[in-house]
């Protein structure tokens, strides 16, 4: 069966691996980037090609997939007058990877829904790392159609990949799930700063926590950097002040309010004001050992 052609918009360290995958696993790939050095690094292992236009990248292949950053630039290389919608063809897919506002997803399925395309919202779970081996959990959403339609080709993108329910849906969970992760995090660093502060031991609050149900994979992250100095949880303090921002405003959407989502994003706020936006989330420990009433 001929594999469709897949075209690829936003190569970063995410991105960037997720082509190297299709390419390892024989698809020929349109891309786009602002980063001459990422789209000359796909070139470099062939069967690619490099688009300059959204439209013309659209009028090209079967499946449009974005890995961007935020909502407003989904927007901008959708709606653009060389956008994605300028030129997708009947019967193609637009498979968002980014995490995005669930409204504006909506939105833009409608539209291309008046050009005949689908499209999937499936944002992504796991690191860079997961998605050069095709390892990603990817929580896709839309009809069931167009579903199925692509699920072949994003089992092999991901290990798991869920299927939740109608466009949007996967939006939704990923940033419920962001909100969760962000303010676990936000919190344990606190811990760990009030606890450095109180001249307690940060490897034996550790010891103490970790034999306990505070347990996680985040609590380990969060050690990683308060005790041993170290970052390697791989999202950004400004990742996660803009998902907590996107949380907030479906909240607003709902009709419903999260002063904890508040707490948190005020913090994370901070932190990228006072210049760690580029750093890990666990870097906020800094934040809060300096924060002064």
Same mark, same amino acid.
């Given at each position: 069966?001929?594999?469709?052609?897949?075209?690829?918009?936003?190569?970063?360290? /995410?991105?960037?691996? =997720?082509?190297?995958?299709?390419?390892?696993?024989?698809?020929?790939?349109?891309? /786009?980037? +602002?980063?001459?050095?990422?789209?000359?690094?796909?070139?470099?292992?062939?069967?690619?090609?490099?688009?300059?236009?959204?439209?013309?990248?659209?009028?090209?292949?079967?499946?449009?997939?974005?890995?961007?950053?935020? &909502?407003?630039?989904?927007?901008?290389?959708?709606?653009?007058?060389?956008?994605?919608?300028?030129?997708?063809?009947?019967?193609?897919?637009?498979?968002?990877?980014?995490? &995005?506002?669930?409204?504006?997803?909506?939105?833009?399925?409608?539209?291309l829904a008046?050009?005949?395309?689908?499209?999937?919202?499936?944002? +992504?779970?796991?690191?860079?790392?997961?998605?050069?081996?095709? +390892? +990603?959990?990817?929580?896709?959403?839309?009809? =069931?159609?167009?579903?199925?339609?692509?699920?072949?080709?994003?089992?092999?993108?991901?290990?798991?990949?869920?299927?939740?329910?109608?466009?949007?849906?996967?939006?939704?969970?990923?940033?419920?799930?962001?909100? /969760?992760?962000?303010?676990?995090?936000?919190?344990?660093?606190?811990?760990?700063?009030?606890?450095?502060?109180?001249?307690?031991?940060?490897?034996?609050?550790?010891?103490?926590?970790?034999?306990?149900?505070?347990?996680?994979?985040? =609590?380990?992250?969060?050690?990683?950097?308060?005790?041993?100095?170290?970052?390697?949880?791989?999202?950004?303090?400004?990742?996660?002040?803009?998902?907590?921002?996107?949380?907030?405003?479906l909240c607003?959407?709902?009709?419903?309010?999260?002063?904890?989502?508040?707490?948190?994003?005020?913090?994370?706020?901070a932190a990228?004001?006072?210049? /760690?936006?580029?750093?890990?989330?666990?870097?906020?420990?800094?934040?809060?050992?300096?924060?002064?009433?």
């Open positions: 069966m001929t594999k469709p052609v897949i075209g690829f918009i936003g190569l970063g360290l /995410m991105g960037g691996n =997720m082509v190297e995958n299709l390419q390892t696993r024989g698809y020929q790939v349109n891309v /786009m980037d +602002l980063n001459q050095d990422a789209v000359d690094a796909v070139l470099a292992r062939g069967n690619a090609t490099q688009f300059t236009s959204a439209k013309e990248l659209a009028a090209a292949s079967d499946v449009v997939e974005l890995c961007l950053t935020t &909502s407003a630039v989904v927007e901008i290389i959708v709606y653009g007058e060389d956008g994605i919608l300028a030129g997708i063809k009947e019967g193609s897919t637009l498979i968002d990877f980014g995490t &995005s506002i669930p409204a504006s997803t909506k939105k833009i399925g409608a539209e008046t050009k005949g395309a689908g499209m999937i919202d499936a944002p +992504l779970g796991r690191t860079p790392a997961h998605a050069k081996d095709g +390892l +990603l959990n990817i929580m896709a959403a839309g009809d =069931m159609d167009t579903f199925n339609k692509v699920k072949p080709l994003l089992e092999e993108q991901g290990e798991n990949v869920f299927h939740l329910g109608t466009l949007g849906s996967g939006h939704v969970t990923k940033l419920v799930n962001n909100f /969760m992760g962000m303010t676990t995090v936000a919190t344990m660093s606190q811990a760990f700063a009030v606890a450095k502060l109180a001249g307690v031991d940060g490897q034996q609050l550790f010891d103490i926590m970790s034999a306990g149900p505070s347990n996680s994979p985040f =609590m380990q992250f969060c050690k990683f950097y308060a005790v041993d100095g170290e970052e390697k949880l791989g999202f950004s303090v400004a990742n996660a002040n803009k998902d907590l921002g996107y949380f907030l405003a607003e959407e709902l009709g419903t309010e999260s002063l904890i989502a508040q707490g948190t994003s005020t913090s994370l706020q990228v004001d006072a210049g /760690m936006g580029n750093n890990d989330v666990p870097v906020i420990f800094d934040y809060f050992t300096n924060l002064k009433k």
